[in-house]
């Protein structure tokens, strides 16, 4: 069942991802403002969890810390994330933030006892070679740029902290129901994003939402979605083993580069995606690379 719903949520949060960058690109003046439109969202789900359920008491403070801990590194990596869209294309930008199966395979080791054999240590330098080439541009006529992308910094930086913070879930369910890691996952992750919820950045939010396709891409993309994503990762993580898990949830960036595309062409026109042949052929290979990696990392 782990397996389907990490899938599923895989999927999702590629959805989430792509409308993300179109609300970057064509719908939001700034980065500060999709901030503080997920800080809103996230008072909603804090307030609505709390409202319906109560707040929780099942767990001592230090599995709470975890949770609280999780959402904040989660959030600051959510937030690199979208520093890497708002400068990249979606597939090259997502599928770099999608190594933290790495971070969560080294922390096992020295606090959970794993050890990792010499196939996953192959895993590990394939996953690297995959995300140094898709950090590379292609250009028509099958050149590929010497120089890194610019928003490779943010998406390696942001995969350090998502992998970091399943981790701190993982830790945090140990003890603390879904319930309970959901809710004070939520109030670390609003953490990383209450601080940009500045009055000048808020009267741009709102007028911003003048436009009806503005509203609908918050909210079906910065709203219901990512809360299918949340959960169904929490949910993921409580019932299977969190290396596998995350190697599940890593396989975001296939979902990203086929629904891409397929908006990139023809008359949709939807994202700006280079849909050149070597561009193309670039970018599965390595998004190949790096699910075949982490797949491993999951598996063996």
């Known amino acids: 069942m782990w397996i389907v719903i990490s899938l599923v949520t895989a999927a999702t949060l590629a959805v989430v991802n792509l409308a993300d960058k179109r609300l970057l690109d064509r719908h939001l003046p700034t980065l500060d403002c999709l901030y503080a439109w997920v800080a809103f969202a996230l008072v909603i789900y804090i307030v609505g969890a709390v409202a319906i359920f109560g707040v929780p008491t099942d767990t001592s403070a230090p599995y709470i810390l975890a949770a609280v801990g999780s959402g904040l590194t989660l959030g600051i990596g959510y937030a690199l994330l979208f520093v890497a869209l708002k400068i990249d294309e979606a597939s090259r930008a997502v599928a770099i933030s999608q190594v933290y199966p790495i971070v969560v395979a080294l922390?096992?080791?020295?606090?959970?006892?794993?050890?990792?054999?010499?196939?996953?240590?192959?895993?590990?330098?394939?996953?690297?070679?995959?995300?140094?080439?898709?950090?590379?541009?292609?250009?028509?006529?099958?050149?590929?740029?010497?120089?890194?992308?610019?928003?490779?910094?943010?998406?390696?930086?942001?995969?350090?902290?998502?992998?970091?913070?399943?981790?701190?879930?993982?830790i945090a369910l140990e003890e603390g129901s879904f319930l309970t890691v959901f809710i004070y996952q939520q109030v670390g992750t609003l953490l990383a994003f209450l601080p940009f919820c500045r009055p000048r950045v808020c009267v741009q939010l709102v007028r911003a939402m003048h436009n009806p396709k503005t509203v609908a891409l918050l909210t079906v993309g910065e709203g219901l979605l990512p809360l299918v994503v949340v959960?169904?990762?929490?949910?993921?993580?409580?019932?299977?083993?969190?290396?596998?898990?995350?190697?599940?949830?890593?396989?975001?960036?296939?979902?990203?580069?086929?629904?891409?595309?397929?908006?990139?062409?023809?008359?949709?026109?939807?994202?700006?995606?280079?849909?050149?042949?070597?561009?193309?052929?670039?970018?599965?290979?390595?998004?190949?690379?790096?699910?075949?990696?982490?797949?491993?990392?999951?598996?063996f």
């Open 107 to 170: 922390l096992a080791v020295p606090f959970l006892g794993e050890q990792l054999n010499p196939f996953q240590w192959a895993a590990i330098l394939l996953v690297v070679l995959g995300t140094i080439l898709i950090s590379l541009p292609a250009f028509p006529g099958g050149l590929v740029a010497p120089r890194l992308s610019r928003g490779v910094p943010a998406s390696l930086a942001s995969s350090m902290f998502i992998g970091v913070g399943i981790f701190a879930a993982k």
């Open 231 to 299: 959960a169904g990762a929490l949910l993921a993580t409580k019932l299977g083993p969190v290396s596998l898990v995350s190697a599940f949830l890593a396989t975001t960036p296939l979902f990203v580069f086929v629904l891409a595309t397929v908006l990139s062409q023809g008359r949709w026109q939807l994202m700006q995606e280079a849909i050149h042949r070597q561009a193309l052929v670039l970018k599965l290979a390595a998004i190949t690379m790096i699910v075949a990696g982490v797949s491993a990392l999951g598996f």
